[in-house]
C-alpha cells in the first residue's frame, strides 16, 4: 500500500494554506512530518483524509486516485486518519465511538485493555467525559485497530503521560512492523526519532527538507528548524 | 370562502407572500409551462397579475370572432341598443353588432390558494359575460372584453392584481369574487382612481362606498326568513352556533342569534375554532354535552369536512342534529359524501338545481360547453355573471361608462337572470332570492324552499 | 366522570395524531437540521395515497404501508435532486423546501384539480369501552401511531442507523473520518422522514379533507411539536405532541379553540426562551 500526494494544494476559502505539497508514504514504514505550528500539518492532513477538498494536485493510493472521494471512501480503500482536535464524538459513550468505526460489541473490552489503564473498562462511559489524554489515546487506539492500511496521525502523544506515550509509541512501531504504512505528525522529537524511517520537514505549506532517519546531519537540521 | 378564506389566508399570509415572490422560480423548477387553460394553476394565474390580458381573452376570441377590430370611425354609426333592457333577455329584432373601443370588464378573482378551488367557475362564466353582452349588442354599442386578475387569496396580492386591473388593463369596472381581506385592501385603489367596484361575492355586510355595490347575499338575507322556517320544518327549539374565528361566521352569529330569539328559540353554544383546525373531538363533546337540537355550522372549506366528518363518528352527524349551513357548497359537500350530509339544509342566493326556464337554459350550456365534469357553476359564479349584467344595463341606460352616472343609473336597476329576479337596493346591495336546497340520499341538492326577492338589513348612503 | 373519560381520550387521540404528523418533520429538521417546508406537502400527498387507493377500490389500510414506499420514493429522490447540494445552507433551504411546496401543491392540483375530495372511514361509528362511545377509527388511529412512533424511535435510538445519525448530526466529517458514508444515510433519514409523513397522511385522511392546500394546516402543527419537544433527541417528538395534545384538550375544555390555539403557540415560545436555539444540524 502506497500513498502519494503529487503537487497537493489546499487552504481555506481563498487562503492557500499548502503550496504544492508532494511525498510519498509506503507500507511497513514510518514517516514523521515535523514543523513548527502553522506550518499546515494539519491542513495536510485534512486534506489527504478529504475532509478538506483539494484545490490542485493530486492523491493517490495504491495507484487509484482518490482525490475527488469522499472520506468515507478513502477509509474504505484502507486510509485511516486520526484528528488532532474534535477527533472523537464527545457525546457519546466510548463504545458507540468504536461502534461507529465498525468495531462489533464483543471487541471492545479486548481492544480497550490492550490500550493500558487509561481506557480498560471505560467503555460505557461518554467520550466527553474522559481527559484530553484518554481521549487522544481512545482515538489512536481506534485507528490502530482497525484494518486500515495507511494511517496518518495528527499529534497522536500531545498531552499524554509518559508512560502512555511510552505504549503508544510501541502500538505504532508494532502496526509498521506489521506492515503497515504511518505518516506520523509528531512534535516531540525524541519519539520522532525513535519511530521514523524518514523525515519530512513542512515550513509554511512547502517542504524544505526531507531524509532518512539514519541521517544525522538531518537529525540536527531538524532540531534546528525546530528551535528557531 | 370568500369573507372565509381571508383570514385563513391571513393566518397563511407568510407562505402565500413568499408564494408570490417565488413564482417564477417555482414555475421553472416544475417545468410547468401551462398553457392558460380555465382551471390554470397558480403559476400561471397569478402570472395574471402581470398576463391576465392574454389569459382571459383568449378563450373568448374563438367564441367571438365578432368583436371588432379596434378602429373607431364607426362608432358613431353604430345604433344605441334600449339602454333598460338586460342584455340576457331576448330582443324580437337582432340587435346591432357592437364596435368600436371595447368597454374592459376586469373580474378580481381567486384561482389559486385556499380559495383557488372557486376560481374556475368565475373564468368558464367570463366566457359567457362577453359572449351575452355582446350578443345582445354590447355596452352603448361597444363590445366588452374581460380581464380576469387572480389575488391567490391574499390581500397583498389582491391589492396588485387591483392596481394591475385598473392601471395596466384600464378597466372600466371591476367585478369581484374574493374574501373581504382582499376587498378591504383593492377597494381604496377603486376608491382613488374612481373606478366602479361591485363586489358580488357573499359576505358579512356592512360595506359601503361610492364607487362600490355589493351584490353577494348578507347574512340578514340568508338568515331572516329561513331560521323560523328551519325551526318550523324541524321543530327544533335550541342552536349550537359552531364557526371558524373570524368576521364573517361571527357576524353571521349575531344575526342568527336575533333571529332566533325573535323565533321563540335559544341558542345553547357559540363556538369558534381557528381556520385549518383538523381536529374536532373535543369540540364534538361540547356540542353532545349542549343538547342542541339544531346546528348552524359556519365552517369553510377543509374545517368543514373535517368537523362533518368527525362529527358523524361522535354521534352528533346530520342525522342525530340537523344542520343549517350558510356555506356548505357543492365541493365540500361532494368530499364530506352523501352519507354524512344527506338531510343537510343549506341556504344561499343560487344553485345550479334553480327551476326556471332561464336558468335550466343557462346550466344546460354550461355543461355543454365546459363538460359534464366541469366545476360547477354555483353562487359566486353565478352572482358575478348578474354584476356583469347589471353593469351592462346600467351604463347602457346612462349612455356611459362613467363611474357616476353607471352608479347612478345602477340604484333601482332591477332585472330577471338565471339566479332570479334581483334589484339593486338603495344600500347598494342586492334585493335577491334566497334557496334552500336539502342534500339529498344520492347526494344531490334539492331546492325544497325559496323566498323571493329577499331585502338586505343594510344601509349606506356613501354621500 | 364520562366527560372526563372522554375528554382525556380526545386528548390521547390528539397526541396520536400530532405525533404521527411531527415525526417526519422530527427527523428531518430537529435531527437533520433541515427546515424542511414541503413536510406538511408529504402529509397531504399521503393523504392522496389513501384517496387513490379509495378510488380504485381497494382496502383503506393498504394505503398507510403504500403511502410510506411512495413517499419514501419521493423522499429520495428530493434529496438527491435538492436537500443533498443545499443542506448546510439553511436560508437556501428555506428558500428551496418553500418552493418544493409549492411545487407539490401545483401538482397535486394539476394531477387531482383543486376540488376537496375524502376517503371514507374505513371503519365508521363509535366504539363502547372505558364506559364512553369513543369513535373507533381514532382507537385505531392511536394503536397504529404509536407503532410507528415507538418502532421509529427505537430504531432512531437503539439501533446502529440511529447512531450512525446521531454522528453525523453531531460532526459529518468526523463521521466521514470513521468510514461513515453520510451521504447514503442522510438520503435513507430523509427518505423515512417522508415516509412517515406519507403513513400520517393516510392515517389523518379519513378525518378530514384531502385537497392541494392540505398540507398547509399540517405544517404550523409539525413545527410546534417540534419546536416543544426540542431538536436533536428524535423522543422530543412525543414529549412535544404530548404537551401541546394536553395543552390544547385542556385549554378547549375549559375555554375555547381560538384560546388553545394561542396557549400552544405560547408554549412553544415559552419553551424555546429556556433553549439553546437552533438544531445543530441547521449550524453545523
Known amino acids: 500500500m502506497r500513498l502519494e500526494a503529487t503537487d497537493l494544494r489546499s487552504g481555506y476559502g481563498t487562503v492557500p494554506v499548502l503550496h504544492g505539497v508532494s511525498l510519498t508514504v509506503s507500507s511497513g514504514e514510518i514517516v514523521a512530518l515535523v514543523g513548527r505550528n502553522g506550518a499546515g500539518k494539519t491542513t495536510l492532513v485534512r486534506t489527504v483524509l478529504g475532509v478538506l477538498r483539494s484545490t490542485g494536485g493530486a492523491l493517490h493510493l495504491d495507484g487509484v486516485d482518490i482525490t475527488r472521494m469522499p472520506p468515507s471512501r478513502r477509509v474504505r480503500a484502507g486510509l485511516r486518519a486520526t484528528f488532532q482536535e474534535r477527533a472523537l464524538f464527545g457525546a457519546l459513550t466510548v463504545s458507540d465511538n468504536l461502534r461507529l468505526s465498525g468495531f462489533g460489541s464483543e471487541s471492545h473490552d479486548r481492544m480497550l485493555d490492550a490500550f493500558g489503564p487509561a481506557l480498560s473498562g471505560r467503555g460505557s462511559q461518554r467520550t466527553g467525559t474522559l481527559s484530553g489524554g484518554e481521549q487522544k489515546m481512545l482515538a489512536a487506539a481506534i485507528a490502530l485497530s482497525t484494518d486500515a492500511s495507511l494511517l496518518v496521525m495528527d499529534e497522536p502523544t500531545e498531552g499524554l503521560q509518559p508512560s502512555n506515550v511510552a505504549l503508544l509509541g510501541d502500538h505504532i512501531e508494532s502496526a509498521r512492523d506489521a506492515g503497515r504504512g504511518v505518516l506520523l505528525i509528531e512534535q516531540h522529537l525524541e519519539l520522532a526519532k525513535r519511530l521514523a524511517d524518514r523525515f519530512i520537514v513542512l515550513e509554511k505549506g512547502e517542504i524544505v527538507d526531507s531524509g532518512p532517519a539514519s541521517d544525522p546531519d538531518l537529525a540536527a537540521r531538524v532540531a534546528r528548524r525546530l528551535l528557531i | 370562502m370568500r369573507t372565509i378564506q381571508d383570514s385563513r389566508s391571513r393566518s397563511r399570509l407568510w407562505f402565500v407572500a413568499a408564494l408570490v415572490a417565488l413564482l417564477a422560480l417555482v414555475a421553472a423548477a416544475c417545468g410547468e409551462d401551462d398553457d392558460g387553460t380555465p382551471d390554470a394553476p397558480a403559476a400561471t394565474d397569478t402570472g395574471a397579475e402581470s398576463t391576465d390580458s392574454e389569459e382571459a381573452p383568449e378563450p373568448e376570441t374563438t367564441e367571438a370572432p365578432e368583436v371588432p377590430e379596434p378602429d373607431e370611425p364607426e362608432t358613431t354609426e353604430a345604433p344605441e341598443p334600449e339602454t333598460t333592457e338586460a342584455p340576457d333577455e331576448p330582443e324580437p329584432q337582432e340587435p346591432a353588432e357592437p364596435s368600436g373601443e371595447p368597454v374592459r370588464i376586469g373580474i378580481l378573482f381567486s384561482n389559486s390558494g385556499p380559495a383557488g378551488l372557486f376560481g374556475p367557475p368565475t373564468s368558464n362564466i367570463?366566457?359567457?359575460?362577453?359572449?351575452?353582452?355582446?350578443?345582445?349588442?354590447?355596452?352603448?354599442?361597444?363590445?366588452?372584453?374581460?380581464?380576469?386578475?387572480?389575488?391567490?387569496?391574499?390581500?397583498?396580492?389582491?391589492?396588485?392584481?387591483?392596481?394591475?386591473?385598473?392601471?395596466?388593463?384600464?378597466?372600466?369596472?371591476?367585478?369581484?369574487?374574493?374574501?373581504?381581506?382582499?376587498?378591504?385592501?383593492?377597494?381604496?385603489?377603486?376608491?382613488?382612481?374612481?373606478?366602479?367596484?361591485?363586489?358580488?361575492?357573499?359576505?358579512?355586510?356592512?360595506?359601503?362606498?361610492?364607487?362600490?355595490?355589493?351584490?353577494?347575499?348578507?347574512?340578514?338575507?340568508?338568515?331572516?326568513?329561513?331560521?323560523?322556517?328551519?325551526?318550523?320544518?324541524?321543530?327544533?327549539?335550541?342552536?349550537?352556533?359552531?364557526?371558524?374565528?373570524?368576521?364573517?361566521?361571527?357576524?353571521?352569529?349575531?344575526?342568527?342569534?336575533?333571529?332566533?330569539?325573535?323565533?321563540?328559540?335559544?341558542?345553547?353554544?357559540?363556538?369558534?375554532?381557528?381556520?385549518?383546525?383538523?381536529?374536532?373531538?373535543?369540540?364534538?363533546?361540547?356540542?353532545?354535552?349542549?343538547?342542541?337540537?339544531?346546528?348552524?355550522?359556519?365552517?369553510?372549506?377543509?374545517?368543514?369536512?373535517?368537523?362533518?366528518?368527525?362529527?358523524?363518528?361522535?354521534?352528533?352527524?346530520?342525522?342525530?342534529?340537523?344542520?343549517?349551513?350558510?356555506?356548505?357548497?357543492?365541493?365540500?359537500?361532494?368530499?364530506?359524501?352523501?352519507?354524512?350530509?344527506?338531510?343537510?339544509?343549506?341556504?344561499?342566493?343560487?344553485?345550479?338545481?334553480?327551476?326556471?326556464?332561464?336558468?335550466?337554459?343557462?346550466?344546460?350550456?354550461?355543461?355543454?360547453?365546459?363538460?359534464?365534469?366541469?366545476?360547477?357553476?354555483?353562487?359566486?359564479?353565478?352572482?358575478?355573471?348578474?354584476?356583469?349584467?347589471?353593469?351592462?344595463?346600467?351604463?347602457?341606460?346612462?349612455?356611459?361608462?362613467?363611474?357616476?352616472?353607471?352608479?347612478?343609473?345602477?340604484?333601482?336597476?332591477?332585472?330577471?337572470?338565471?339566479?332570479?329576479?334581483?334589484?339593486?337596493?338603495?344600500?347598494?346591495?342586492?334585493?335577491?332570492?334566497?334557496?334552500?336546497?336539502?342534500?339529498?340520499?344520492?347526494?344531490?341538492?334539492?331546492?325544497?324552499?325559496?323566498?323571493?326577492?329577499?331585502?338586505?338589513?343594510?344601509?349606506?348612503?356613501?354621500? | 366522570m364520562d366527560a372526563l373519560t372522554l375528554e382525556l381520550l380526545n386528548g390521547v387521540s390528539l397526541f396520536a395524531i400530532l405525533a404521527i404528523v411531527a415525526l417526519g418533520l422530527g427527523i428531518v429538521f430537529g435531527l437533520m437540521g433541515v427546515i424542511n417546508l414541503a413536510h406538511g406537502e408529504f402529509v397531504m400527498l399521503g393523504a392522496y395515497v389513501a384517496y387513490v387507493v379509495h378510488t380504485v377500490g381497494l382496502n383503506h389500510w393498504l394505503s398507510v404501508p403504500l403511502a410510506a414506499v411512495v413517499l419514501f420514493v419521493l423522499g429520495v429522490v428530493i434529496e438527491v435532486g435538492l436537500i443533498r447540494r443545499i443542506h448546510r445552507q439553511p436560508e437556501l433551504t428555506i428558500l428551496a423546501t418553500f418552493g418544493l411546496s409549492v411545487c407539490l401543491r401545483q401538482i397535486a392540483e394539476l394531477v387531482f384539480s383543486k376540488d376537496f375530495q375524502s376517503v371514507p372511514n374505513p371503519v365508521p361509528g363509535a366504539t363502547r369501552a372505558f364506559g364512553v362511545l369513543f369513535p373507533t377509527y381514532r382507537y385505531l388511529l392511536i394503536a397504529i401511531a404509536a407503532v410507528i412512533v415507538a418502532a421509529t424511535l427505537l430504531a432512531f435510538t437503539r439501533s446502529r442507523f440511529g447512531l450512525v445519525v446521531r454522528a453525523i448530526v453531531a460532526d459529518r466529517d468526523l463521521a466521514e473520518s470513521a468510514g461513515i458514508r453520510t451521504g447514503m444515510t442522510n438520503l435513507c433519514a430523509f427518505g423515512v422522514g417522508a415516509a412517515t409523513a406519507g403513513i400520517a397522511g393516510a392515517l389523518v385522511a379519513p378525518l378530514g379533507a384531502v385537497e392541494p392546500q392540505a398540507g398547509l394546516a399540517y405544517l404550523p402543527g409539525a413545527f410546534l411539536v417540534v419546536i416543544v419537544g426540542g431538536y436533536n433527541r428524535l423522543w422530543g417528538v412525543a414529549v412535544g405532541a404530548l404537551a401541546v395534545a394536553a395543552v390544547q384538550t385542556g385549554v378547549i375544555h375549559f375555554y375555547d379553540a381560538v384560546w388553545a390555539q394561542i396557549a400552544s403557540l405560547a408554549l412553544a415560545v415559552l419553551v424555546l426562551q429556556f433553549r439553546r436555539p437552533t438544531p445543530a444540524g441547521a449550524v453545523a
Not at chain 2, 336 to 354: C, D, H, I
Not at chain 2, 417 to 423: K, N, Q, R, V
Open chain 2, 126 to 463: 367570463a366566457e359567457f359575460i362577453e359572449e351575452d353582452i355582446n350578443a345582445a349588442g354590447g355596452i352603448n354599442g361597444r363590445p366588452v372584453e374581460t380581464y380576469l386578475a387572480d389575488d391567490a387569496t391574499d390581500p397583498a396580492v389582491g391589492r396588485q392584481a387591483m392596481e394591475q386591473l385598473i392601471d395596466s388593463d384600464n378597466v372600466d369596472v371591476v367585478l369581484g369574487t374574493h374574501s373581504s381581506a382582499t376587498r378591504q385592501a383593492a377597494k381604496p385603489l377603486a376608491e382613488d382612481a374612481n373606478v366602479l367596484y361591485i363586489y358580488a361575492a357573499l359576505y358579512e355586510g356592512g360595506e359601503c362606498s361610492s364607487v362600490m355595490f355589493n351584490t353577494g347575499e348578507v347574512p340578514s338575507q340568508q338568515l331572516a326568513p329561513v331560521i323560523p322556517w328551519m325551526m318550523e320544518q324541524t321543530g327544533g327549539q335550541t342552536w349550537f352556533l359552531l364557526g371558524n374565528d373570524y368576521v364573517w361566521p361571527r357576524r353571521s352569529f349575531e344575526w342568527a342569534r336575533q333571529y332566533i330569539e325573535a323565533a321563540g328559540g335559544e341558542v345553547v353554544g357559540e363556538e369558534y375554532v381557528p381556520l385549518g383546525t383538523q381536529d374536532f373531538s373535543s369540540v364534538a363533546q361540547i356540542i353532545a354535552g349542549s343538547g342542541a337540537d339544531l346546528i348552524f355550522p359556519a365552517l369553510v372549506g377543509g374545517d368543514a369536512i373535517a368537523f362533518e366528518t368527525q362529527a358523524v363518528d361522535f354521534g352528533i352527524g346530520q342525522d342525530a342534529i340537523p344542520r343549517l349551513a350558510n356555506i356548505y357548497e357543492e365541493n365540500v359537500l361532494g368530499a364530506m359524501g352523501p352519507a354524512v350530509t344527506a338531510g343537510m339544509r343549506v341556504t344561499l342566493g343560487y344553485f345550479k338545481e334553480v327551476d326556471s326556464a332561464l336558468n335550466n337554459a343557462f346550466v344546460g350550456r354550461y355543461f355543454e360547453r365546459f363538460g359534464a365534469d366541469a366545476p360547477p357553476h354555483m353562487t359566486f359564479s353565478s352572482h358575478i355573471y348578474d354584476a356583469a349584467l347589471l353593469y351592462a344595463a346600467a351604463a347602457n341606460a346612462a349612455g356611459t361608462t362613467d363611474t357616476a352616472a353607471v352608479a347612478a343609473a345602477m340604484e333601482g336597476l332591477s332585472m330577471t337572470t338565471p339566479t332570479g329576479d334581483i334589484s339593486i337596493t338603495g344600500s347598494r346591495h342586492l334585493a335577491q332570492p334566497i334557496y334552500v336546497a336539502e342534500i339529498q340520499a344520492d347526494g344531490s341538492q334539492l331546492i325544497v324552499q325559496s323566498f323571493a326577492s329577499v331585502e338586505p338589513d343594510e344601509t349606506c348612503d356613501p354621500a
